[in-house]
């Protein structure tokens, strides 16, 4: 993660259960995904660092760029959360 | 700590500052500047934070990062253990005499360049769409190969730019680099049939990876060589010309995340 990461993040149960049950994990954090939803997790274990592009909110079709960026959060940039509702 | 059982609900999200505490903030700058203090590198403050004491590791964050601090400056001769019980006796009131400071005696270990992303002139080993399996590590130094995915057969889905190799510049033995490959993993090849569905993808290096299958279409180009089946196909392919393949800088710009189309979510650890 690129700069200081929340403090949710470096908590064991976080970086033992993720890579375990990222479904379960979500789930706790609020975020149910459906079985149509196929997870990927991405232990990032070398210098690559990984962009989460968070899904398009629906409702979102007249925003510009600068509304659009106002609805991404850090946690959906993790891939934890979706992006804000407009 | 990956598949580690036992630690109970995660935080929530709004478990915020990053800095609970002051001192958190100061422990993180003395984190850092303790390596270069030491004639460190990142991988051997790695190695550290691996060898603080696993009752202590387990406890608070930061107080982590204070524990690796001191293995590090003391591995260098810049502070004795002696040292710094004497300071936290001093400052708790105790009239205790502070011993003097051992000879340092920092590494020295050439770098061949900045950050640790290195070009090597021996193609990879392995090419997207290879089945390959990690190796049964066991070692006392530093890896970056986790126990989690030890053991296990997964299939190579990106090579990456090749890096400084984390277990041998974490001892400074040198940078010795090496190719480095985004490797997927069935969640059932790593926690069993009863696994939540699910894949991960994690970045390995070459020394921990043997070939299982090659892929089948490099079988195919394979014969092309050998001339059985047309022209020569080219021997290698660099990871530049693999889809999915580093972008300059080492930034990999994914694109995962609930594309609607896709319905995919990506969870980064």
């Not at chain 2, 400074?172 to 059932?188: I, K, T, W």
Request: glycine share 10%; proline share 9%.
């Amino acid at each position: 993660m690129l700069g200081l990461p929340p403090s949710w993040y470096k908590d064991p149960s976080y970086r033992s259960r993720i890579v375990r049950e990222p479904r379960a994990v979500l789930a706790e954090f609020g975020l149910e995904l459906g079985d149509d939803v196929a997870i990927r997790v991405f232990d990032s274990s070398s210098e690559v660092r990984y962009m989460v592009l968070p899904m398009r909110p629906a409702g979102t079709d007249g925003l510009s760029e600068e509304e659009l960026a106002a609805l991404v959060t850090r946690d959906s940039m993790v891939g934890v959360a979706e992006a804000a509702a407009p | 700590m990956g598949g580690m059982q036992g630690f109970g609900h995660v935080r929530p999200l709004t478990a915020e500052p990053a800095f609970a505490e002051p001192w958190e903030g100061k422990a993180f700058a003395l984190g850092l500047l303790s390596i270069r203090a030491a004639g460190a590198n990142l991988h051997a403050f790695r190695h550290a934070l691996e060898r603080v004491p696993p009752g202590e590791y387990l406890g608070d964050y930061y107080d982590r990062w204070l524990h690796a601090s001191q293995i590090l400056l003391a591995d260098s001769g810049i502070l004795s253990a002696e040292q710094v019980a004497a300071r936290a006796a001093r400052l708790s009131g105790s009239d205790a005499a502070e011993p003097d400071p051992p000879e340092p005696h920092k590494p020295s270990m050439a770098s061949g360049g900045p950050g640790n992303l290195r070009t090597l002139d021996t193609p990879p080993a392995f090419a997207v769409g290879d089945r390959v399996r990690t190796a049964d590590l066991h070692t006392p130094g530093h890896t970056k190969l986790p126990a989690y995915v030890r053991r296990r057969t997964g299939t190579v889905t990106a090579v990456r730019q090749a890096e400084v190799f984390p277990d041998t510049a974490a001892t400074f033995q040198g940078e010795n680099p090496q190719h480095c490959y985004a490797v997927e993993f069935d969640s059932r090849e790593l926690w069993g049939p009863d696994a939540e569905p699910f894949r991960l993808s994690i970045d390995l290096f070459e020394p921990y990876l043997e070939l299982r299958r090659t892929a089948a279409r490099r079988r195919h180009r394979g014969h092309r060589r050998a001339g059985l089946q047309g022209p020569a196909g080219r021997a290698h392919r660099g990871p530049a010309e693999h889809p999915g393949g580093p972008s300059r800088g080492g930034v990999h710009p994914l694109l995962v995340l609930s594309m609607a189309g896709a319905r995919a979510a990506a969870v980064l650890v």
